[in-house]
Structures are given as C-alpha cells and as structure tokens.
C-alpha cells in the first residue's frame, strides 16, 4: 500500500505562503505493509523527488511476467507508476506533468527509479494519476490516466515502458479506477466498474482500449471526508475481494500526521430496485480488532436508552431497527446523531443525507468509531457515508432513540475495539534515530530535544489495557499520565515494581496492594524470585513492561543478555520511572524502545530498533 507524503517544509519569506511550488517542494511516496489491511507498518520512503518533479499519485503492479525486464533474482518484480508533477520543487523548473515509473525487487523494500522515464510525456494539462492493471483478454497492460477538465485517456502498453493512448472519455476528476466485478456474485454476470476521485462511478463494458457507460454517472457514498480511493491490484484469487482503501480528509490538529485513511471495505455489485449498485461493507478483519463484546436482545424502544457499561472511544456497533409507530430512530454516537426519518426515507449524520428505504420492514445499521470519525453502513453496504470529525472527549455515551412513537430493535452488538496499532508506537523521529550512534553533545542532545520535544506518554502508549501493575503512586510525573485513560487502553501491561503504594481498585483479580515495602519485596521475592529468567516467566508477546527504579536496580533486569531474553518473548518496549543510567544497558541493546524518567534527555528517551520484522 503506497501513499503520498508531504513531509512539513518552511515557506520562504520571499514567496506566496500559497505557493504550490513550495508546498509541495517534498511531495515523496511514503510506504506502508500489512497483512491483514488493518495493522500497518510503515517502511521508509519509496520514490523521492527528482529532476522530473515532485511524486503525485498512482498505483502499482507485480510483473509476474517480467514483461519490463527489471526481474534479476526470483522474487517477482513489483512496478509502481506514478506522475512526476514537475514545476513543483527547484529541480523541475519549467518542465510539465509526466508519468513515470521505478520499480523494487525486494518486495519494495529498496526501490529504483527507471533510467528511461518519462514513460509517458505531457499530453495536457496537468494529466496525473495513472492507475494500470493487466488485462488478461488482451494479454497487456492497461492505464487510465485523468488528462484534464473531467476527461479520462485509456492507454495500453506490452511492457510498461512504451505506452499507447487508445480512447478517452468524459466524466470524472482526478484519480482514476477501474476493474470488473460479478453482480450478485454470479461470475458469468460481470460488470466493469470505472471511478475517479469523488467516487461516483460509471458501470459499463471494457475491451482493453474503450470503456463504454451502461448509463450516467451513479453516486458511491454520501459522506463529507472520502476522497481519491485506490482497490488493491494482485489480490489472490483464493481471496478473490475488491478491497479499497480512501482518503480521509479529516483536520486532525496536533497529531504528527495529516489527516488519515478510511477504513478499508470490500466492495460488491449487487442488483436493486434502481439498478446495479455497488456496495460497501467493512472487511472481515475489523474482527481483529474486536475486544469486548455487548449484546442486547430484542427491545422495544419508547424514547432514549443509554448504553451501560461501555468503556473506551472505540466501537463497532450493529443493530436492526423495525419502526413501530415512530418518525425517527437512530444512535447517538458521543454526542453525534444519526438518524433514520421514517417519511423522508432518510438516514442522516452531520448534515450529509442518504436515501435509504426499509428493506422488510427494517433498517440495518453498522458502525466503526473511531477518536475523528464514524463510518455507517446501511442495509448491508447499500449506504456508504463516512463521516469525518473529531468526537468529543468528554462524551463517551452511546444512545438509541426513537421519536414520534416506538422503534424495536433488534440484534444490537457493541465491540468495544483495540487499537489498529497493537504495537508499541513509537513518536515521529524515532525512524531517524534508530541505528545511529548519538553522543552525549550539545549537536545531538538538541536533534533529540527538537524530535520529542512535544513527546507525551500518553500518546505513545495510547490504548493499552491496565492488568498488574503494581506502582502507580511513586511513579514520576513523566510517567503518571499514561494511566489518565485507562479504558482505553487495549495493550496488557505487565508491572514490576517493588515499592507500592496505590493500586487501582478496577486492577485485575490476583493482583495484590501491600502495606509496606518490606511486604511487597517479600510478594515479589516469592512470586518471580531474583533470577532474571524468573522474570521472563510472565512476559507474553506484545506486553509491555512498567518497571520501578528499585525493580531494574535489584533483579538483573538490565543485563543485556536479559534483555534479549524480554526481545525474544516479544516484549515491545519499557516503560519506567528509572533514570537514564539505570536503563542505559536496555537502551543499549537498541533491541526494545524504553521510556524513562529522563524523558528528554539524550540518553534516556534513545529508542530501541522494534523488535520483529512482522511489525
């Protein structure tokens, strides 16, 4: 999955704060994997700007037929075409938008720009976005390419190089896509689907050079944040699913990100009393993310009924509502209604509106919630609306009503939800500290402070589940605010500590609070012993583990060869109210991250390397 990235670039005084050129001076593709479309890791940049421009978007493709000849081993050669957007940094000064294309045989782990680009030169305006797949009928490769002003250009090519423009078609702006799918599922029932960045969508015929319309343009969803979506190329036919994955253009101030991705959904054609449709339903592996389960069954509802004991901001909610009598019904999510007008056959959300009839009486309803967003789906992925805003932190109820009479509901199940980033997550900068050797110098002291300087541990270790730990009361103030939240924390923490003080009443069955010191060195002495595999006895992959001063001091938990013990168990990184010194053999090891009570010292705030590959 490739991405565009703007990394943050001063304006010069001497120019436009407006200035295209140097907004987009570093317009770079930046590189993410996973393996299930809902945990992702990000990998270093792929394709950087060059004398041709700046990186705009496109796709990719595995040339499992060699036909470019970049393969050299046995690896299959992955491809990615792309629009160099010149005019947009210093390089590129008065050329124009071409297309373009590099390519990786190591799974895109190291990437090589094509020696012969552009493949593809200007042709007019500013044509961008090219979006290629194999056509197997034809045996070639196939571009759509937005040229300009709502126009589309259909290009094919043998061998990714040399490409041909075949026909050109009127209808939609900017980020072209395009593939075929069954309707209802009937493969002898396919049809093309043909889409730019808004999403409204042609269905219609492809032959390899000309796509031709069924009919007008069909609006895909009625939300206020998706843009520029792409579906995934090279799905095994095992899988056999249209995935796609859209823009979300969310505001998101204060985060080290800008705005986000949609959740990713599975897309259908399905036939329905207006035709062919295509549907978006969330994919399978939100289960992943499922944590605990609330059900309700059958209830007939007459006014407002609050949800108990919910905890957290993140949800998956489904539910079936039969109107009895009422005008309205609906949810209010954190504050946010959405709501069904019986008359108006309506579903609504923050102002954004979707036709939408009862199908058998009822109405389905799903939901994903998440900290800036709520997506609904309707009626099995008929309504798609996706709808972008930060939800407040102080509403964490969620609520069925009904107005104008009575609603049942039926089958409501709320999965409270982990995060998607299930790992330990490091802040941005640490990608440009990890293997690099820092002294304790002014120069590198101030390159740590400028990275972390806005760093809280909250952040950092945000969402993860509280069982074990033994200290909270003595821990520094660096520390002490990671447990503000914690309802929402959906990593398990595993605490070693000797001194204890205070420990939550919510803390999980088995755990223990001791008068004195004495009586909690004497707990810890029986329960792990001072041997530092003894330790390691408890840890579990994906743990985090909250340690004392006192604990690191007096059980060899810094040794290195015990710290690899912790690396190997997957343990993903430490958190204590130590000081640097006393952590400086973990930090050392660069095998696990460590966050210390020197939080923006040199030595103390050094990340580790994270410690598997499958992250």
């Given at each position: 999955?490739?991405?565009?990235?703007?990394?943050?670039?001063?304006?010069?005084?001497?120019?436009?704060?407006?200035?295209?050129?140097?907004?987009r001076?570093?317009?770079?593709?930046?590189?993410?994997?996973?393996?299930?479309?809902?945990?992702?890791?990000e990998?270093?940049?792929a394709?950087?700007?060059?004398?041709?421009?700046?990186?705009?978007?496109?796709s990719?493709?595995?040339?499992?037929?060699?036909?470019?000849?970049?393969?050299?081993?046995d690896?299959?050669v992955?491809?990615?075409?792309?629009?160099?957007?010149?005019?947009?940094?210093?390089?590129s000064?008065?050329?124009?938008?071409?297309?373009?294309?590099?390519?990786?045989?190591?799974?895109?782990?190291?990437w090589?720009?094509?020696?012969g680009?552009?493949?593809?030169?200007?042709?007019?305006?500013?044509?961008r976005d090219?979006?290629?797949?194999?056509?197997?009928?034809?045996?070639?490769?196939v571009?759509?390419?937005?040229?300009d002003?709502?126009?589309m250009?259909?290009?094919?090519?043998?061998?990714?190089?040399?490409?041909?423009?075949?026909?050109?078609?009127k209808g939609?702006?900017e980020?072209?896509?395009?593939?075929?799918?069954?309707v209802?599922?009937?493969?002898?029932n396919?049809r093309?689907?043909?889409?730019?960045?808004?999403?409204?969508?042609?269905?219609?015929?492809?032959?390899?050079k000309?796509?031709?319309?069924?009919?007008?343009?069909?609006?895909?969803?009625?939300g206020?944040?998706?843009?520029?979506?792409?579906?995934?190329?090279?799905?095994p036919?095992?899988?056999?699913?249209?995935?796609?994955?859209?823009?979300?253009?969310i505001?998101t101030?204060?985060?080290?990100?800008?705005?986000?991705?949609l959740?990713?959904?599975?897309?259908?054609?399905?036939?329905?009393?207006?035709?062919?449709?295509?549907?978006?339903?969330?994919?399978?592996?939100?289960?992943?993310?499922?944590?605990?389960?609330?059900?309700?069954?059958?209830?007939l509802?007459?006014?407002?009924?609050?949800?108990?004991?919910?905890k957290?901001?993140?949800?998956h909610?489904?539910?079936?509502?039969?109107?009895?009598g009422?005008?309205?019904f609906?949810?209010?999510?954190r504050?946010?209604?959405?709501?069904?007008?019986v008359?108006?056959?309506?579903?609504?959300?923050k102002?954004?509106?979707?036709?939408?009839?009862?199908?058998d009486g009822?109405?389905?309803?799903?939901?994903?919630v998440?900290?800036?967003?709520?997506?609904?789906?309707?009626?099995?992925?008929?309504?798609?609306?996706?709808i972008?805003g930060?939800l407040?932190?102080?509403?964490k109820?969620?609520?069925?009503?009904?107005?104008?009479?009575?609603t049942?509901?039926?089958a409501l199940?709320?999965?409270?939800?982990n995060s998607?980033w299930?790992?330990?997550?490091t802040?941005?900068g640490?990608?440009?500290?990890e293997?690099?050797?820092?002294?304790?110098?002014?120069?590198?002291?101030?390159e740590?402070?400028?990275?972390y300087?806005?760093?809280?541990?909250?952040d950092?270790?945000?969402?993860?589940?509280?069982?074990?730990?033994?200290?909270?009361?003595?821990?520094?103030?660096?520390?002490r605010?990671?447990?503000?939240?914690?309802?929402?924390?959906s990593h398990?923490?595993?605490?070693?500590?000797?001194?204890?003080r205070?420990?939550?009443?919510?803390?999980?069955?088995?755990?223990?609070s001791?008068?004195?010191?004495?009586?909690?060195?004497?707990?810890?002495?029986?329960?792990?012993g001072?041997?530092?595999?003894?330790?390691?006895?408890v840890?579990?992959?994906?743990?985090?583990?909250?340690?004392?001063?006192?604990?690191?001091?007096?059980?060899?938990?810094i040794?290195?060869?015990?710290?690899?013990g912790w690396?190997?168990?997957?343990?993903?990184?430490?958190v204590t109210?130590?000081?640097?010194?006393?952590?400086?053999?973990?930090?050392?090891?660069k095998?696990?991250?460590?966050?210390c009570?020197?939080?923006?010292s040199?030595?103390g705030?050094?990340?580790?390397?994270l410690?598997?590959?499958?992250?």
């Amino acid at each position: 999955f490739l991405r565009m990235r703007r990394p943050p670039r001063s304006t010069p005084s001497n120019s436009s704060a407006a200035s295209d050129v140097y907004k987009r001076q570093n317009m770079t593709w930046g590189h993410a994997v996973s393996t299930d479309s809902v945990h992702w890791k990000e990998l270093d940049d792929a394709i950087h700007p060059d004398r041709l421009g700046t990186i705009f978007s496109g796709s990719a493709v595995i040339d499992e037929k060699n036909t470019a000849g970049f393969q050299t081993g046995d690896e299959k050669v992955i491809v990615c075409i792309y629009t160099s957007a010149a005019g947009t940094n210093d390089w590129s000064k008065g050329r124009r938008f071409t297309q373009s294309i590099a390519y990786s045989n190591d799974r895109g782990r190291t990437w090589t720009v094509y020696e012969g680009n552009p493949v593809i030169e200007h042709i007019n305006g500013s044509n961008r976005d090219p979006k290629v797949i194999w056509h197997k009928p034809t045996n070639q490769w196939v571009m759509a390419l937005y040229l300009d002003g709502r126009e589309m250009g259909f290009f094919t090519s043998k061998d990714l190089k040399n490409w041909k423009l075949e026909s050109r078609l009127k209808g939609f702006h900017e980020c072209p896509e395009l593939f075929e799918l069954p309707v209802d599922g009937d493969t002898n029932n396919m049809r093309w689907v043909f889409y730019g960045a808004k999403g409204d969508y042609f269905l219609g015929d492809f032959d390899g050079k000309e796509f031709k319309p069924d009919g007008e343009a069909i609006g895909f969803h009625y939300g206020n944040c998706f843009y520029a979506s792409q579906t995934f190329n090279n799905i095994p036919e095992s899988d056999g699913r249209r995935i796609q994955i859209a823009w979300g253009r969310i505001k998101t101030p204060g985060m080290p990100f800008n705005q986000c991705m949609l959740f990713p959904v599975e897309l259908t054609l399905h036939t329905t009393e207006d035709g062919i449709r295509m549907f978006a339903e969330p994919i399978r592996e939100i289960e992943t993310l499922h944590r605990r389960k609330h059900s309700i069954g059958t209830v007939l509802l007459d006014g407002e009924k609050t949800l108990d004991d919910l905890k957290g901001q993140l949800f998956h909610i489904t539910a079936q509502f039969t109107p009895a009598g009422a005008a309205e019904f609906g949810l209010t999510v954190r504050g946010l209604p959405i709501t069904y007008n019986v008359a108006k056959n309506t579903l609504s959300c923050k102002g954004k509106n979707a036709p939408l009839k009862l199908k058998d009486g009822k109405i389905k309803l799903e939901l994903l919630v998440d900290r800036n967003s709520i997506e609904i789906f309707a009626n099995d992925g008929r309504v798609y609306m996706p709808i972008g805003g930060i939800l407040p932190e102080d509403n964490k109820s969620i609520k069925l009503f009904t107005k104008g009479g009575k609603t049942k509901v039926r089958a409501l199940e709320v999965y409270e939800l982990n995060s998607a980033w299930r790992h330990l997550t490091t802040p941005v900068g640490v990608r440009l500290l990890e293997n690099k050797s820092f002294d304790d110098s002014d120069e590198a002291r101030a390159e740590i402070l400028e990275l972390y300087k806005d760093l809280r541990l909250t952040d950092v270790l945000d969402g993860m589940d509280l069982i074990g730990l033994q200290d909270i009361g003595l821990m520094d103030n660096n520390i002490r605010p990671l447990w503000r939240d914690v309802e929402d924390f959906s990593h398990r923490i595993v605490g070693f500590a000797i001194t204890v003080r205070h420990v939550p009443t919510d803390v999980r069955a088995g755990q223990n609070s001791f008068p004195n010191i004495a009586a909690a060195k004497k707990w810890k002495s029986e329960q792990y012993g001072r041997a530092p595999d003894a330790w390691l006895k408890v840890a579990k992959p994906n743990d985090v583990v909250v340690i004392d001063a006192g604990g690191i001091k007096e059980t060899g938990f810094i040794g290195s060869n015990n710290s690899l013990g912790w690396a190997q168990k997957g343990v993903v990184g430490v958190v204590t109210n130590a000081g640097a010194r006393d952590t400086d053999e973990i930090i050392k090891t660069k095998r696990i991250p460590v966050y210390c009570k020197n939080a923006h010292s040199t030595r103390g705030i050094r990340p580790g390397r994270l410690i598997a590959e499958s992250y």
